[in-house]
């Protein structure tokens, strides 16, 4: 947690306690409620007599929150409670097959495939890192969890299951098969089914979804002395919209709206129990959706199963067996799990999901690619194609944060307006419906800007009110944000990504006027920030670019941290001539991991490259990248990949340094680098000095721009500091650093200047996130020069690989935009798929917030 989000929860005494020292934390002084929707389009709530939730819109803040890729329930749920991604929590879908196992779902209720998640015994919330309950527990509150199913409840102090009445599996659950359910199907033990709460049934006439919501407004009311109310709440509202209504009805639409209304009155009687016990004013309410939902009124019809076998042992079928067939392909070759919004391929080889089948499978994967982006495939978006390495320049799970052991090969998902589902009965036929023609068909799954951007509603005393995020967030950043909510020092140290601070009272992030109507909201928020419509160029192109690169600085020191305002002030007031990002996080607590992503925008993929923070035991794909959880002492998981990573080795993508050059500018490596050239080609660096510091580093940096006016300079400047940032030898180096800073950005008059930190911490630094978990890894990013908004703080989220991107932007190199990945630098297609320029900067996108070409 940082120290100023910390502010608004806590006295200072209790600030400086959790920022670096002290005894423990002083308990929550607030109370969350956490409530996630089953998904829907966004049309219905905007159609919807929706009090309750217009009502929370208007006396707090809007945002729209970019969910994790591939779109699904239960990844997105997850991360609702885990704030990480899959390759943290390792829940990449809803379902998946093992490969080990015969290529069944991991999982199988009767006619309900589901991932290993659900089980007891392998619940991430038991043993991947941190969850919002146990983060609460260990800040001295209680937490409660209400929703009809698990896994989402587990480590919750009291849990109150809303499914007694409801029909699951085909029964309708009651007093006894709802406890077995959990015991014999999914492994709970017994005294843990002993201790939850079977709620149910609806009253006459009432929906489970308003059933739900009433259980939790029943759960307040009856809060009292014996019983306080939780700390937490965390709210799973299931709507079961897979099937009705949205199979008959669409996403969207008048039956749509219908649900909308339920649920939100639902949620009024909610309020209503707050009110009636004095708790509103002391009470956060976080409101948003798991995914969103998108219609189609065409079936692709892929298939329901691969070859070779499975449960049935039926033969493949569909239309990527016919295409297969047709191209010389055996069926029997792969595995096929269809979610009707992406579908999941597996390479059907030999010890498949081992370290001696790891070169079949990928020679069968790229098989398997090359024919899904042969186009033969009706209904199929080839852009959007996913795999571990990026093959036919398709998509990269390490992008997405999707890798992990239970990801599929390959994902393939939908054109627009199009499932991979069969959805007239008995035609089977890609193409149009031709039975299911009276309304679309609510698609779940897949890429849309319905689907990647749901809403996301906080209000409540610690948050603003009556204003719109001008920018996307991120779906882990919700559980973080819930947290800082609550005060008390509660935080998630395995959290990726840390609150959505602008949203909070007293944060200088930027926040825009709410539409009246909002309806609105979503497109001005994705055009505002580079995400939709044709990204204008910068308004002044800048001819010279300054990237300092200042190792050893939290954000929070430089910001925050009211003893050392003195020693930050230079850069405080260097930040207020331009744009700085409050939300820029580094991936990786690896100096030279970072250094690499901030010089090529992505990372090492074909071949794999570990990081020292991944799990050593995941050796190939695509169950590569972070999944060591929890983390090490130390952080150093891999200690072979921390040495390599030290070590010159020429990675193959090419960088900034070759993609400004092409642009013009005369390339510099200045100050004390330490690893910022060991992976990029020799000739990529026009100037290369002996190192300095100070003075004659400033003087150096002048008399190169003198003579190369178009220059490209990154400076490498500070290192390991003083653990203890609040020791006077930790102020004064803070200054120094600061005072060079500053210096160094105004020896070339004009530049467009960058400056940010490859991490406040190394990597194994015992004193490292002095101000709260992960707090090493959230560093700061401003930008000041031509084109660039002067007086301006953005909560756009932002991380070191966002840095080429924006550079090149800002340069006026032409740009590509997209709704799901946002606007970089264009590249040379690959198959038809555009590709970023440089080549590895999959990863980042522009800050476009930083630019006068975004502003409001």
Same mark, same amino acid.
């Given at each position: 947690?940082?120290?100023?989000?910390?502010?608004?929860?806590?006295?200072?005494?209790?600030?400086?306690?959790?920022?670096?020292?002290?005894?423990?934390?002083?308990?929550?002084?607030?109370?969350?409620?956490?409530?996630?929707?089953?998904?829907?389009?966004?049309?219905?709530?905007?159609?919807?007599?929706?009090?309750?939730?217009?009502?929370?819109?208007?006396?707090?803040?809007?945002?729209?929150?970019?969910?994790?890729?591939?779109?699904?329930?239960?990844?997105?749920?997850?991360?609702?409670?885990?704030?990480?991604?899959?390759?943290?929590?390792?829940?990449?879908?809803?379902?998946?097959?093992?490969?080990?196992?015969?290529?069944?779902?991991?999982?199988?209720?009767?006619?309900?495939?589901?991932?290993?998640?659900?089980?007891?015994?392998?619940?991430?919330?038991?043993?991947?890192?941190?969850?919002?309950?146990?983060?609460?527990?260990?800040?001295?509150?209680?937490?409660?969890?209400?929703?009809?199913?698990?896994?989402?409840?587990?480590?919750?102090?009291?849990?109150?299951?809303?499914?007694?009445?409801?029909? *699951?599996?085909?029964?309708?659950?009651?007093?006894?098969?709802?406890?077995?359910?959990?015991?014999?199907?999914?492994?709970?033990?017994?005294?843990?089914?002993?201790?939850?709460?079977?709620?149910?049934?609806?009253?006459?006439?009432?929906?489970?979804?308003?059933?739900?919501?009433?259980?939790?407004?029943?759960?307040?009311?009856?809060?009292?002395?014996?019983?306080?109310?939780?700390?937490?709440?965390?709210?799973?509202?299931?709507?079961?919209?897979?099937?009705?209504?949205?199979?008959?009805?669409?996403?969207?639409?008048?039956?749509?709206?219908?649900?909308?209304?339920?649920?939100?009155?639902?949620?009024?009687?909610?309020?209503?129990?707050?009110?009636?016990?004095?708790?509103?004013?002391?009470?956060?309410?976080?409101?948003?959706?798991?995914?969103?939902?998108?219609?189609?009124?065409?079936?692709?019809?892929?298939?329901?199963?691969?070859?070779?076998?499975?449960?049935?042992?039926?033969?493949?079928?569909?239309?990527?067996?016919?295409?297969?067939?047709?191209?010389?392909?055996?069926?029997?070759?792969?595995?096929?799990?269809?979610?009707?919004?992406?579908?999941?391929?597996?390479?059907?080889?030999?010890?498949?999901?081992?370290?001696?089948?790891?070169?079949?499978?990928?020679?069968?994967?790229?098989?398997?690619?090359?024919?899904?982006?042969?186009?033969?495939?009706?209904?199929?978006?080839?852009?959007?194609?996913?795999?571990?390495?990026?093959?036919?320049?398709?998509?990269?799970?390490?992008?997405?944060?999707?890798?992990?052991?239970?990801?599929?090969?390959?994902?393939?998902?939908?054109?627009?307006?199009?499932?991979?589902?069969?959805?007239?009965?008995?035609?089977?036929?890609?193409?149009?419906?031709?039975?299911?023609?009276?309304?679309?068909?609510?698609?779940?799954?897949?890429?849309?800007?319905?689907?990647?951007?749901?809403?996301?509603?906080?209000?409540?005393?610690?948050?603003?009110?009556?204003?719109?995020?001008?920018?996307?967030?991120?779906?882990?950043?919700?559980?973080?944000?819930?947290?800082?909510?609550?005060?008390?020092?509660?935080?998630?140290?395995?959290?990726?990504?840390?609150?959505?601070?602008?949203?909070?009272?007293?944060?200088?992030?930027?926040?825009?006027?709410?539409?009246?109507?909002?309806?609105? $909201?979503?497109?001005?928020?994705?055009?505002?920030?580079?995400?939709?419509?044709?990204?204008?160029?910068?308004?002044?192109?800048?001819?010279?670019?300054?990237?300092?690169?200042?190792?050893?600085?939290?954000?929070?020191?430089?910001?925050?941290?009211?003893?050392?305002?003195?020693?930050?002030?230079?850069?405080?007031?260097?930040?207020?001539?331009?744009?700085?990002?409050?939300?820029?996080?580094?991936?990786?607590?690896?100096?030279?991991?970072?250094?690499?992503?901030?010089?090529?925008?992505?990372?090492?993929?074909?071949?794999? *490259?570990?990081?020292?923070?991944?799990?050593?035991?995941?050796?190939?794909?695509?169950?590569?990248?972070?999944?060591?959880?929890?983390?090490?002492?130390?952080?150093?998981?891999?200690?072979?990949?921390?040495?390599?990573?030290?070590?010159?080795?020429?990675?193959?993508?090419?960088?900034?340094?070759?993609?400004?050059?092409?642009?013009?500018?005369?390339?510099?490596?200045?100050?004390?680098?330490?690893?910022?050239?060991?992976?990029?080609?020799?000739?990529?660096?026009?100037?290369?000095?002996?190192?300095?510091?100070?003075?004659?580093?400033?003087?150096?940096?002048? $008399?190169?721009?003198?003579?190369?006016?178009?220059?490209?300079?990154?400076?490498?400047?500070?290192?390991?500091?003083?653990?203890?940032?609040?020791?006077?030898?930790?102020?004064?180096?803070?200054? $120094?650093?600061?005072?060079?800073?500053?210096?160094?950005?105004?020896?070339?008059?004009?530049?467009?200047?960058?400056?940010?930190?490859?991490?406040?911490?190394?990597?194994?630094?015992?004193?490292?996130?002095?101000?709260?978990?992960?707090?090493?890894?959230?560093?700061?990013?401003?930008?000041?020069?031509?084109?660039?908004?002067?007086?301006?703080?953005?909560?756009?989220?932002?991380?070191?690989?966002?840095?080429?991107?924006?550079?090149?932007?800002?340069?006026?190199?032409?740009?590509?935009?997209? *709704?799901?990945?946002?606007?970089?630098?264009?590249?040379?297609?690959?198959?038809?798929?555009?590709?970023?320029?440089?080549? $590895?900067?999959?990863?980042?996108?522009?800050?476009?917030?930083?630019?006068?070409?975004?502003?409001?």
């Amino acid at each position: 947690m940082s120290c100023r989000l910390a502010l608004y929860g806590l006295g200072l005494a209790a600030v400086l306690t959790a920022c670096g020292g002290g005894d423990h934390p002083t308990g929550p002084s607030t109370h969350v409620i956490e409530i996630d929707i089953d998904d829907h389009g966004l049309s219905a709530l905007w159609m919807a007599n929706a009090p309750a939730l217009k009502g929370l819109i208007a006396r707090g803040t809007l945002a729209f929150s970019h969910v994790d890729i591939p779109t699904h329930s239960n990844e997105n749920n997850m991360a609702l409670v885990t704030g990480q991604y899959p390759d943290g929590d390792d829940v990449p879908l809803n379902a998946w097959l093992l490969r080990t196992g015969g290529f069944v779902p991991a999982l199988a209720l009767p006619g309900i495939p589901l991932g290993e998640n659900d089980l007891y015994a392998t619940n991430p919330l038991r043993f991947r890192g941190d969850g919002v309950y146990g983060a609460v527990r260990a800040a001295g509150g209680r937490s409660a969890y209400i929703g009809q199913l698990p896994p989402y409840e587990m480590g919750a102090d009291e849990v109150h299951l809303s499914i007694v009445g409801a029909m *699951f599996a085909g029964t309708t659950v009651d007093s006894a098969s709802g406890p077995a359910l959990l015991h014999d199907l999914l492994g709970y033990p017994s005294d843990v089914v002993a201790s939850y709460h079977f709620d149910g049934p609806p009253a006459a006439g009432e929906s489970e979804i308003r059933f739900t919501l009433r259980d939790a407004a029943d759960f307040v009311r009856a809060t009292g002395s014996g019983h306080p109310m939780p700390a937490y709440m965390f709210v799973w509202d299931f709507l079961a919209l897979d099937d009705d209504p949205t199979r008959s009805f669409g996403a969207d639409g008048p039956e749509l709206a219908a649900i909308v209304e339920d649920y939100d009155a639902g949620i009024a009687d909610l309020l209503a129990a707050l009110d009636a016990k004095g708790l509103t004013a002391s009470t956060n309410i976080i409101v948003t959706l798991d995914h969103g939902k998108v219609d189609a009124h065409n079936q692709a019809v892929l298939g329901t199963r691969g070859g070779g076998g499975g449960p049935s042992a039926l033969p493949a079928d569909g239309q990527l067996a016919q295409v297969a067939t047709a191209q010389g392909l055996d069926p029997a070759t792969y595995a096929l799990l269809n979610e009707d919004g992406d579908a999941q391929l597996y390479a059907r080889s030999a010890n498949a999901g081992t370290a001696a089948g790891a070169a079949d499978q990928a020679d069968l994967t790229h098989a398997l690619v090359a024919l899904v982006q042969s186009g033969a495939l009706t209904g199929v978006d080839t852009t959007r194609t996913m795999t571990a390495d990026g093959w036919l320049g398709t998509r990269r799970f390490h992008d997405f944060r999707a890798s992990g052991p239970n990801q599929a090969d390959i994902l393939v998902y939908p054109m627009d307006d199009w499932t991979l589902n069969q959805v007239d009965a008995t035609n089977a036929a890609p193409g149009p419906f031709q039975e299911h023609t009276q309304y679309p068909y609510g698609r779940h799954g897949g890429f849309s800007v319905d689907e990647l951007y749901v809403p996301l509603i906080l209000a409540g005393p610690a948050f603003k009110q009556g204003v719109l995020l001008p920018h996307p967030v991120e779906h882990p950043d919700i559980a973080p944000t819930a947290l800082v909510a609550l005060g008390g020092g509660a935080a998630l140290p395995t959290a990726a990504r840390g609150p959505i601070q602008a949203a909070f009272v007293g944060d200088p992030g930027e926040t825009i006027a709410l539409p009246s109507p909002p309806d609105g $909201a979503r497109n001005a928020v994705l055009t505002g920030s580079g995400f939709l419509g044709s990204v204008p160029a910068t308004a002044v192109p800048a001819t010279a670019v300054v990237l300092i690169d200042a190792a050893g600085l939290y954000d929070d020191e430089l910001f925050a941290d009211p003893a050392l305002a003195d020693a930050a002030a230079p850069l405080r007031a260097l930040a207020a001539t331009g744009t700085r990002f409050e939300s820029c996080w580094t991936r990786s607590r690896d100096w030279p991991v970072t250094e690499y992503q901030l010089l090529s925008g992505g990372y090492p993929v074909a071949p794999w *490259f570990p990081a020292a923070e991944d799990d050593p035991v995941q050796t190939f794909a695509p169950g590569t990248g972070l999944l060591a959880m929890p983390p090490v002492p130390g952080f150093v998981a891999d200690p072979n990949a921390y040495a390599a990573w030290r070590q010159a080795s020429l990675f193959p993508q090419d960088s900034l340094f070759q993609a400004v050059a092409g642009l013009g500018l005369t390339r510099a490596l200045l100050g004390s680098p330490d690893f910022h050239a060991l992976h990029f080609a020799g000739g990529a660096i026009d100037i290369a000095p002996p190192p300095k510091t100070g003075a004659a580093l400033g003087d150096d940096l002048a $008399a190169y721009a003198a003579t190369s006016p178009r220059l490209f300079a990154v400076l490498a400047v500070g290192g390991p500091r003083t653990a203890n940032r609040h020791d006077p030898a930790a102020v004064a180096e803070l200054a $120094a650093l600061a005072s060079e800073i500053v210096d160094l950005a105004a020896r070339v008059p004009n530049a467009l200047v960058v400056v940010t930190s490859r991490g406040a911490t190394t990597i194994d630094d015992p004193g490292a996130d002095f101000y709260g978990p992960g707090s090493s890894r959230h560093v700061p990013l401003v930008l000041v020069g031509p084109g660039v908004r002067a007086g301006v703080v953005s909560g756009q989220p932002a991380a070191p690989a966002d840095v080429p991107a924006t550079i090149l932007y800002a340069l006026g190199a032409p740009t590509t935009t997209d *709704f799901a990945l946002g606007t970089w630098a264009t590249g040379v297609d690959v198959g038809g798929i555009p590709q970023p320029l440089p080549a $590895a900067a999959t990863e980042g996108h522009v800050l476009f917030r930083a630019f006068a070409a975004a502003a409001p």
